[in-house]
């Protein structure tokens, strides 16, 4: 016999594990299925989380896995010249993530979220009005009926794609990701996360070191999903010729794919949402989405449950989440999508004009997307008329 | 045929996302591949960020990856 809830959460990362808590604190019925068998791990993330966040969130920070103090970011041109900026906004922490999602779990848990790990669910359909979810449990088949289903399974979804919607992402919207975690290091600066740019370092993206204390680091990179080498071979070229890293441990490895543009206009149909990684909801500048997907995550629980109050779970009913969430989050992302088309044109030549002819308020200011420096660029980049039509293009 | 190499793969998934056929599955640290719905696009062979999807010669129809 199959049990009975009013959602079914498919997904036990920050995003699901957000929305079975608000929707269980909202007095719904809620089970999260988890396919791997612990959350929090593996950690496909640089474990960054900015200030701002946390107050948006009502998060607060605890020293068990907020553990490095973050206050600002340092921006490196290919031949070696950075840009250090140090402002509330760049602050935050980086995070021993594994750890905060268990937090959020147990936080999920005592609101009266019921979750399960090690259960994929290999199917799912509609049936009377409701949803059937198939699991596979320690080999046996296992059915969960419900009102609804919340997809929150990154960015292999399937579930939504079993339910009619389409998820695919196309490759120019996905970076491809690498990262080890790396300790017995050396670098410059451990307060700041810092960023490498240039077409050698990381085409198409970035190359990031999150410092999550004095010695230890996630060294990572994003690049393009059309590439033409391995993201693995650009962060092992980086960290072999940065004097400070190659005599370091890896002790991870983690690989990921990025989804930093494509968003879904329509992120619900008859009895589905779609949040997190798997309705593609991260910033398409620095590909980073904990904050993003909570909030989210946040958003779809309260439109879920004053649906189901209402008794009525069709596309209709829940597609208020489309527009709250585009309205708080998503139009600003889509905005920021542009500047990331910016930084994607830029050759490594552009990157050191940039920094020789924009202060470090300015380049946060353009990567912001801040109006008033159209006529600053317009000004400063005379001799660089190429470059200055890329950035008035995206700006 | 494409393949995936269960070596070097580090089951992110990423593969699955891309796939426009939906015919990857990741298991808990497997990939599958549906040779039947697979059209051999490389798109997972292009976002792959440790080199483990390969496209080979040969049709493998029903066929299981890593296998």
Redesign the interface.
Known sequence: MADNYDVVVVGGGPAGLMTSKKLAEQGVSVLCLEKLQEIGVPVRCAEGLGLNWFKRLGIKPNKQWAVNDIFGAALWTPKGKKIEVRTPDASGFVLERRLFEKELARDAAKAGAKIIVKTPVIAAERKNGGVEATTEEYGEIVKYNSKMIIAADGIESRVARMLGMETKIGLNDVDSGFQYEMAGIDFDDPDLISLFFGNKVAPRGYLWCFPKGKHEANVGVGIGGTRKESAKSYVDKFVAAHPGLKNGSKIIVNAGAIPVGGFLDNMVADNLMVIGDAAHQVDPIHGGGMGIVMEAGAIAAEVAAGALKRGDVSEKALSPYNGLWYEKRGNKLKGRLKRRLMLEEMTDDDFENIAANLNSEEVMKLAEGDLSMKAKVGLRFVKHPELMRKMLKHL | MIVNDPKKC???????????K?AI????TRIEIDHEKCIECS?CV??????AMKKVDGKGKGAKAGE
Request: net charge negative; with cysteine; charged share 15%.
């Open positions: 580090c089951y992110c998934g990423g593969c699955v996302g891309v796939c426009p939906a599955t990741l298991k808990e798109s292009l976002i792959c960020p440790v080199d």
